[in-house]
């Protein structure tokens, strides 16, 4: 026994003793629809929510649970043993999944505790007690008291049923973004029913995916920052037209992000997704390192989408935060993709490449690569290393010896670059 239900026990048998139980019942059935009626337009009158919400059921609801309410406080006066208001707890999980606001419903209470009272005290009154002060005092009470129950075990299932929605949805959004990312069997019915209720089968939509993680990686580890981050995506994404869908994977903050590529087959598409999504990022500050991948056109190609997001963010620096999987060089993508292998086939010179570069302070390298930017002209690769087109020669000179490579020949230039760029010091 709950301390409300005791109390609700207490103040019925109050009524008892006042004469009020069960001699109002008869008065109180005959006027259940006047009451009902009064309850409604009360509750219309004074909580916009009900009368202002688009959906259908929520008026039917509403007379509904206040009819339920009458015939309970009916039940008790005439009796009856105090119950475990199950339709108080079905009502509130109706409201949770329509998402009507539980003050809208608790301030519905409110306006039927005066209403409910007036009834009350109306059919105390019918019934002639002995002691009419007695009487109106305990209806007084059993009216405060029931509206008290009712609210406190309204707004408890309320929240409980909330959070068990928002867990419900997070799960089928995780499930829906695993399908997404890791790609599904056409076959697989259960998948492709999930993806078509969700919109990820409708045709026309261009898809990209954002990788993000902290500058500091190992705050990843914590929910809350990976949390923040999506919240700091979704906050600077807002307004625009853009769906999304995010998620924690292999400890980085992953979102689908999709859009209408055109209306219809006669319509131009718009313009580049990914292009779109940048600059918003742009803002999410120096904490975020952020990977985009290249627009793709139906929901098969996002595995493809998510590993372009998860090379792009490798390319993400403080000073480069948001990197498009679309503008990297085709060189960094084959060092990228060929680093590890290539370095297994080292060639006999690159040792003592590496080796000397290092004591010189990378100048031997960076030679390299202004001569490349020159195009090979070694006036032009002087100026733009501030030095005299002697030093250039020299450090020519000392990596023809120590590689037996020739700077200033394109096909060893670019053999000495690759080695450079794969096996930095």
């Known amino acids: 026994m709950t301390p409300s239900s005791a109390s609700l026990r207490a103040i019925l048998k109050q009524l008892a003793d006042a004469g009020v139980s069960p001699n109002a019942g008869l008065p109180l059935e005959n006027s259940i629809h006047q009451a009902g009626t009064a309850l409604r337009q009360a509750v219309l009158a004074e909580v916009p929510a009900f009368s202002s919400s688009g959906?259908?059921?929520?008026?039917?609801?509403?007379?509904?649970?206040?009819?339920?309410?009458?015939?309970?406080?009916?039940?008790?006066?005439?009796?009856?043993?105090?119950?475990?208001?199950?339709?108080?707890?079905?009502?509130?999980?109706?409201?949770?999944?329509?998402?009507?606001?539980?003050?809208?419903?608790?301030?519905?209470?409110?306006?039927?505790?005066?209403?409910?009272?007036?009834?009350?005290?109306?059919?105390?009154?019918?019934?002639?007690?002995?002691?009419?002060?007695?009487?109106i005092s305990a209806v007084a009470d059993f009216a405060i008291e029931y509206t008290n129950i009712i609210s406190s075990i309204a707004a408890a299932e309320y929240v409980a049923h909330t959070r068990l929605l928002a867990e419900s949805e997070g799960d089928r959004r995780t499930e829906l973004l695993n399908i997404l990312l890791s790609g599904y069997d056409e076959s697989d019915g259960r998948a492709a029913q999930l993806l078509r209720r969700a919109g990820y089968l409708e045709q026309r939509q261009a898809y990209c995916v954002v990788a993000a993680q902290s500058t500091n990686p190992t705050e990843m580890d914590s929910p809350a920052r990976a949390q923040r981050i999506v919240n700091s995506i979704f906050a600077t994404t807002t307004g625009a037209s853009m769906r999304m869908l995010a998620g924690i994977r292999d400890n980085l903050v992953t979102i689908v992000f999709s859009d209408k590529r055109r209306q219809s087959g006669w319509t131009a598409a718009q313009s580049n997704l990914?292009?779109?999504?940048?600059?918003?990022?742009?803002?999410?500050?120096?904490?975020?390192?952020?990977?985009?991948?290249?627009?793709?056109?139906?929901?098969?190609?996002?595995?493809?989408?998510?590993?372009?997001?998860?090379?792009?963010?490798?390319?993400?620096?403080?000073?480069?935060?948001?990197?498009?999987?679309?503008?990297?060089?085709?060189?960094?993508?084959?060092?990228?993709?060929?680093?590890?292998?290539?370095?297994?086939?080292?060639?006999?010179?690159?040792?003592?490449?590496?080796?000397?570069?290092?004591?010189?302070?990378?100048?031997?390298?960076?030679?390299?690569?202004?001569?490349?930017?020159?195009?090979?002209?070694?006036?032009?690769?002087?100026?733009?290393?501030?030095?005299?087109p002697n030093t250039v020669y020299t450090r020519i000179e000392k990596i023809r010896g120590l590689t037996g490579l020739d700077a200033q020949r394109y096909r060893d230039l670019s053999e000495l670059l690759l080695a450079a760029d794969c096996w930095p010091n």
């Open 55 to 135: 959906n259908p059921d929520i008026l039917p609801g509403l007379e509904r649970h206040g009819a339920d309410n009458i015939r309970e406080i009916l039940r008790l006066i005439a009796g009856g043993e105090v119950g475990d208001f199950e339709f108080i707890k079905t009502h509130a999980h109706h409201r949770a999944e329509q998402r009507f606001p539980l003050e809208a419903t608790l301030h519905a209470y409110r306006c039927g505790h005066r209403i409910l009272s007036l009834w009350l005290r109306e059919a105390a009154l019918a019934g002639q007690p002995p002691n009419l002060e007695q009487a």
């Open 274 to 388: 990914a292009g779109r999504i940048h600059p918003l990022l742009e803002v999410l500050g120096t904490a975020v390192l952020v990977g985009i991948s290249a627009d793709h056109p139906s929901t098969s190609f996002l595995p493809k989408a998510l590993h372009e997001a998860q090379i792009a963010l490798d390319f993400a620096t403080v000073a480069r935060r948001v990197v498009q999987f679309a503008e990297l060089p085709v060189r960094d993508l084959l060092i990228h993709h060929g680093r590890d292998y290539v370095q297994t086939a080292a060639p006999g010179w690159i040792s003592s490449f590496t080796s000397a570069d290092a004591k010189a302070g990378g100048s031997l390298a960076q030679t390299l690569r202004a001569i490349a930017e020159a195009d090979l002209n070694m006036q032009k690769a002087a100026r733009i290393l501030g030095r005299h």
